[in-house]
């Protein structure tokens, strides 16, 4: 749901924005006319509508996918990274998924795809992971064998979307 009222002089603007009361403030706009107040108008939803969304969807970003040397006893990770450089005959990595809530299953998958230098993604591997439901956090160690950039999403066992992050695989010299 989205109400705009902009009404002029000495009479009030009120916003609300998916049940959100955002403003209700007296507002007066003198020089507004015409086109200034259609353009005023939109500048105007265009900072509510970027501040609605960046509170709606902050929660979002509490579930996290990072790439590390290693994990804390907290969970937290060490040496994070978005580029790690392994061998030609590969090198490990772990990958650390941190939720804002229970993982409420017994199992989670991680979907791997190569990046081509065009950005198309190519399946490159499922990698499962068994969890207890209750946890928040949960790592794994994954071992790569081919340098490139890969993108990684998780999901739960019933396909549920829950992390998903970019790395760089490059070799050493």
Do not use: H
Request: charged share 25%; glycine share 6%; hydrophobic share 40%.
């Amino acid at each position: 749901m989205f109400k705009l009222f902009i009404y002029t002089k000495k009479e009030f603007f009120y916003m609300n924005f998916y049940g959100i009361n955002l403003a209700t403030i007296d507002f007066t706009i003198y020089l507004i006319k015409g086109k200034r107040m259609k353009q005023f108008s939109l500048l105007l939803l265009a900072v509510f509508f970027v501040v609605g969304l960046s509170a709606k969807f902050s929660s979002l970003q509490a579930q996290v996918l990072y790439f590390c040397e290693d994990v804390d006893e907290d969970g937290y990770p060490e040496k994070e990274s978005s580029s790690f450089t392994i061998g030609s005959d590969g090198g490990w990595l772990k990958f650390l998924v941190r939720l804002d809530d229970d993982v409420d299953c017994n199992e989670v998958k991680y979907v791997i795809y190569k990046v081509s230098r065009n950005g198309k993604e190519k399946y490159d591997t499922t990698i499962y992971q068994d969890v207890e439901e209750n946890w928040v956090w949960f790592w794994k160690k994954i071992t790569f064998y081919d340098d490139g950039k890969y993108n990684v999403y998780t999901y739960d066992k019933y396909d549920n979307f829950l992390a998903s992050g970019t790395v760089k695989i490059n070799f050493r010299d």
